[in-house]
């Protein structure tokens, strides 16, 4: 990259700023002149918006017709690395730049002076007086020791008016400081000793160290079972990376994994990381933000929105869990996190490592074909063995109608219950059951602005739908036939595998984990916390359990339903299937005892549960990707995914059909274009839901051929239109 051009006060420049116009716009050099990549304030119209010098002004206005530069941020500029990578993130996405802008800007009060300002912390004294809301202040400060909370943002987080706050500070129960705004992380030491390595480690972690010592771009996907010390190994690269001064990137897919890695991090380098994720407070971000820039914040933790922070010299990028469906961003600036990540290193000259017991397909792909490194942890670290796994052939069962528990497995249970071994039923359905009809007419309750059925959710009394949110009581009377006392439930959810549960083991100490039922990640990480420590003997959970946390005393794993994901025409069924079957009985034997995993199936020839079974990994990821390459899709072939979306269903299809007429161009570079047709899920809030797909090959240049499509055609007001490259949800 070349140096940042200066320009001298005076000189006409080009700002991109944030606001939704297609091009920078060009003002006066201020006072002291610019260098390319400083942040500024700009006037535009009234107001006074944020932008970044992108070059030398791009129109040939007379000088003095060009507004001036306001003021030259207090902050580092923008990298031409940093910069570049926007431009080819945005190229890609078919995203605007500007857009990609706003991502990289999303630092509150960005602009605003240093300055002092009042933050709240715990104090010696006791409230004079006790009540309910000064109560939940006092929590959240002892809940979040680390966290730094001005007064609006303490009463928030606690629930209550700025006013409780300042009761408490005035009886001394909670401190008022001054605190200088963004302060400097702790240090971390680099050169405090890890964990002793077994060898396997030991020598992953010296190519990945060898790596980040050689310098330059590289990926490595880091496979290893779960519970083989993927994290162990790679905090190593991260050693490496920051002893060479440079600073590192961790992304996870949960919010509510990051507090036991931050423990993890603190106990590895003496200190805590700076965070990014939407757990964290506006202060917190702001400081990161800028902390990033300057290259005090050496590693950062966070979600894939921590991609588009400004960090001065990156060297490592670590994807946890690399495989998880949540680093693709669905809505706004569609991205996929991994391959945003890659790309970022390639521009920044970094490593990256990708950790995950079953990667994605795409990056399995990428590893066979060379472009990736590749190192294998092939056993669990210490005594800890992989869990035996197993079909329960469902048509040999007997089963009552309304239950779910086979005979098979609910033996398997009692033999925990005696031996005072915790077991995990897997069900990978939220609320209590997911269809509620009327038995008069047979009608099933849907979402009045969503073609989704509604759930009933019985905790919260409230059946709910899964697209929109929007809640409604559970009725007494058929809302299609007006028929009193009919309504009934089918299927099972995890509320009501809970029940079952309770019904066949009532000596039992039961926990529910599943997303709704916890008001915060902190909520959640406390019951996970609890239960690790054998505060329940069965747990009942959702695909949230099959997320890296961790049960020493689980030794059983029930698969309630594990043909659930095979059904349905998404190209990565199989693929996902396997990784959560494999991710979820992961979860069993992971201290000293042997786990099992029990799969309840009614398909146990399926090629998918037999590659479950049979732990053949190399085997099924060969046999997929063959599948793959023979139909030309993804990763060996390209798609992309056009929604259209209108409040008419009329003008949504005009529109489809508007766009399939011109296919030319895709044509032209070997893309096919099919549709348009309904969406699987043809109306979300209200909104008629059309979808196209282009399928091309590998090495067609889509992007430039998709812009030059949809250009041909108006996109009414009303309407919507995306496109997202790679999709992975065909919803
Ligand atoms: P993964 O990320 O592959 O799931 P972790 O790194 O979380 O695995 O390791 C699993 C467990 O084993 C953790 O509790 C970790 O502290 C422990 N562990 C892994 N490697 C070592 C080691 N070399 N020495 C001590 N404990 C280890
Ligand atoms: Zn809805």
Redesign the pocket.
Known sequence: MGRMAHYPAGAPVAVLTTQPLDRALDYRAPAGGVTEGDFVKVPLGPRTVLGVVWGPAEGDWPIEKLRPILTVLDVPPMRPEFRDFLERAGGYTLTPLVAMLRLALRAPGLGEPPGKRKVYALGTGEPDRRTEARDKVLDVLRDRPADVFGATELAEAAGVSAGVVKGLVASGAVLEQALARDADFPPLDPARPGKPLALDQADAAETLRAAIRAGGYGTTLLKGVTGSGKTEVYLEAVAECLARGRQALVLLPEIALTAEFLTRVEARFGARPAEWHSGVTQAERRRTWRKAAEGQARLVVGARSSLYLPFRDLGLIVVDEEHDTSYKQEDGVLYSARDMAVLRAACEGAQVVLASATPSLETWANAEQGKYARLDLTSRFGEARMPKLRAIDMRAEELPSGRWVSPTLQAAIEQRLIDGEQSLIFLNRRGYAPVTLCRACGQQVG?H??D?RMVEHRFQRRLM?H??G?TAPIPETCPSCGVEGKMAVAGPGVERMGEEVATLFPEARMAILSSDLFGSARALKARVEEIAAGGADIVVGTQLVAKGHNFPNLTLVGVIDADLGLQGSDLRAAERTFQLMRQVSGRAGRADKPGVALLQTYQPEHPVIRAILSGDEEGFWAEEAAQRRAAGVPPFGRMAGIVISDPDQRTAFALGEALARRAEVMEEVGAEVFGPAPAPIAR??GRHRVRLLVKAPRQSPIQAALARWVAQVEVPRSARLSIDIDPQSFL
């Open positions: 979402c602005q969503c989704a739908c697209q929109c929007e979300i809030r």
